[in-house]
C-alpha cells in the first residue's frame, strides 16, 4: 500500500513538472527567454509548490492521507475539475 502510495506521488510529481514546463514553452518564446531554462524553471516552480504543500500537511499530523496529497497537487493544476 505505501509503495502504491509512494509511486503514486512521485508520478504525480513528474507530471507536475512537465505540465508546469510545458505551459510556459510560448511564454518563454515571446519573452525572449531560451526554451529550455524557460521550462526548467517553471518545472522546478511546481514541483517545489507541492512539496512544500506536501511538507506542510505531513508536519500537522506526521501522516499524509489521500485527500491531503490531493488538495495539495490541486494548488498547482489550476485546470482540474471540482468534483
Do not use: H
Not at 527567454?33 to 508536519?59: C, D, Q
Amino acid at each position: 500500500m505505501k509503495k502504491d502510495l509512494f509511486l503514486n506521488v512521485l508520478f504525480r510529481i513528474l507530471a507536475t513538472f512537465a505540465a508546469s514546463g510545458l505551459g510556459v514553452i510560448g511564454a518563454g518564446a515571446i519573452a525572449g527567454i531560451p526554451v529550455l531554462k524557460a521550462v526548467f524553471m517553471a518545472g522546478i516552480a511546481g514541483v517545489a509548490i507541492v512539496v512544500e504543500g506536501l511538507s506542510r500537511a505531513f508536519l500537522e499530523d506526521g501522516k499524509l492521507s489521500s485527500a491531503e496529497i490531493n488538495d495539495v497537487f490541486k494548488k498547482v493544476d489550476k485546470k482540474a475539475t471540482p468534483k
